[in-house]
């Protein structure tokens, strides 16, 4: 893909002017792609200021759109209560998505979540990739399989690689795990089961040497 079709054509030119506060700000007049049609604002990353460890999920949801901010929907409050359970405290990481706009066709009164696809994805990536190179995290954590393939390729699986470490080249160590919306979208019957889980994943992230020097 070439780079003016991909929001690459908003970074700044030099380095050096590469910061949060800029690319925050480039973001919201991004038109690399459909998708800023559809969601009402460009939803960027957030956290504690220096956070080193960065949890990536798709895209923003019908609550995230309306806010513009990341995780502050139903997946925000459950990634919230399995932050808790696993002991992560939610103000010292940074959260973002893969993709900045929500994307979603009306069903009824209802805006229902739609995937993005590969073309939107990859327009995208340059801003997640920006965040990675400001941040410099010691780990980021995949929530769901777009996070974890926009990462770490196509052939990963999520199901098979959850709550593994990872070495990659843009932090100290990569793990991906479900996103949480998958536990909400799931049968309820399993919803207990598949927060267990979920916890789990995030415990070993916790444990990990990189979670706990970052
Ligand atoms: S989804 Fe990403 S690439 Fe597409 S318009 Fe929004 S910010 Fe730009």
């Known amino acids: 893909m070439d780079v003016s079709d991909t929001a690459a054509r908003y970074l700044p030119e030099n ?11 480039r973001a919201r007049r991004c038109e690399a792609c459909p ?3 559809l969601g009402t604002q460009t939803v960027f990353g957030e956290g504690a200021s220096g956070a080193r460890i960065v949890f990536v999920g798709e895209q923003p949801g019908d609550q995230e759109d309306k806010v513009g901010k990341p995780f502050v929907g139903p997946a ?3 990634l919230d209560e399995a932050l808790t359970a696993a002991g ?4 010292t ?4 998505n893969a993709v900045k706009h929500f994307k979603w066709k009306p069903v009824g009164k209802r805006r229902l979540h739609q995937k993005p696809n590969a073309r939107e994805i990859a327009a995208c990536k340059p801003w997640l990739e920006a965040e990675l190179k400001i941040l410099r995290p010691g780990v980021v ?3 769901g399989a777009t996070a974890a393939q926009v990462l770490m390729g196509p052939a990963f699986r999520v199901t098979r690689e959850r709550g593994q470490p990872f070495d990659v080249p843009w932090a100290r160590i990569f793990f991906a795990t479900v996103h949480p919306s998958s536990i909400l979208r799931g049968p309820s ?3 207990e089961a598949n927060l267990a889980l979920l916890v789990a994943d995030l415990k070993k992230v916790a444990a990990h040497k990189a979670f706990r020097s970052s």
Request: net charge positive; aromatic share 6%.
């Open 88 to 91: 992560i405290d939610r103000n």
């Open 35 to 37: 998708l800023y049609k």
């Open 141 to 143: 954590v995949a929530l």
């Open 76 to 78: 925000g409050r459950l």
């Open 15 to 25: 380095p050096a002017d590469l910061s949060l506060a800029t690319v925050r700000k």
């Open 93 to 96: 990481i940074y959260v973002t």
């Open 189 to 191: 019957k399993d919803r």
